[in-house]
Every structure is written in structure tokens, then in C-alpha cells.
Nanobody
Framework: QAQLVESGGGSVQTGGSLTLSCAASTYTYTDYTMAWFRQGPDKEREGVAAIAPYRFPTYADSVKGRFTISRNEATGTLYLQMNNLKPEDTAMYYC???????????????????WGQGTQVTVSS
């Protein structure tokens, strides 16, 4: 069972950058698909980016070209590099894991089994 701990959130101004990290314990690279989700005030949890073992990552349209998801095969750490941040990116960001080596078509929060506690990202204008 994966245990996930996020870090790296904070407050930045519009146009700024942050890098989120997700440390995973009991982790086997080839067994898990990993993703970042976010949930803003009064909004549903939405998928931001996901990556399956040895696959190209996938991104929400709202973050394409600005965010980059990556994972360290040796340590199991998942990252989300966020550039050119906008106020609408303000949300709690969650790391999630699915014990399958493939990302489901039409993936959503309901597909993922393991979750971190979240890290807050606030972008001011």
C-alpha cells in the first residue's frame, strides 16, 4: 500500500513558479500510475496531470505548457513543476496513486486508490 506525503506548496504572485513533491513509501515504480489533482474552494477535485510507468504524461488543458509532471524511478518521488502560475491555479493540490501500470481512459479522482494529505498553493494577482 502506497503512503503519500506532499510538500512544496506556498504563496506566489501571478507568473511565479513552484515545485511540488510527493514522497511515496512502499513504492514499486512499475506497479503504480501517479497523478496530481487539485481542489479549489467550492470546486470538485480535478485531475491536473498523470503519468504511468514508461508512458508519456497527460495534462489537463488548463495547465498544458505550464506544468510538468515527472517521477524519480529510483526513489519513487513524484514532482509537479508549475510555471507561469495564475490566480485560477489556487487550490489544494493532492498526490494520488493507482496500483495499475496504465492510466484509465477518462481518468478521474474516483480511479485513484491512495491519496496524500494535500499541499496548498495560493497565487495572488
Amino acid at each position: 500500500q502506497a503512503q503519500l506525503v506532499e510538500s512544496g506548496g506556498g504563496s506566489v504572485q501571478t507568473g511565479g513558479s513552484l515545485t511540488l513533491s510527493c514522497a511515496a513509501s512502499t513504492y514499486t515504480y512499475t506497479d503504480y500510475t501517479m497523478a496530481w489533482f487539485r481542489q479549489g474552494p467550492d470546486k470538485e477535485r480535478e485531475g491536473v496531470a498523470a503519468i504511468a510507468p514508461y508512458r508519456f504524461p497527460t495534462y489537463a488543458d488548463s495547465v498544458k505548457g505550464r506544468f510538468t509532471i515527472s517521477r524519480n524511478e529510483a526513489t519513487g518521488t513524484l514532482y509537479l513543476q508549475m510555471n507561469n502560475l495564475k490566480p485560477e491555479d489556487t487550490a489544494m493540490y493532492y498526490c494520488a496513486a493507482l496500483r495499475r501500470p496504465l492510466l484509465p481512459v477518462g481518468w478521474s479522482a474516483a480511479d485513484f486508490e491512495y491519496w496524500g494529505q494535500g499541499t496548498q498553493v495560493t497565487v495572488s494577482s
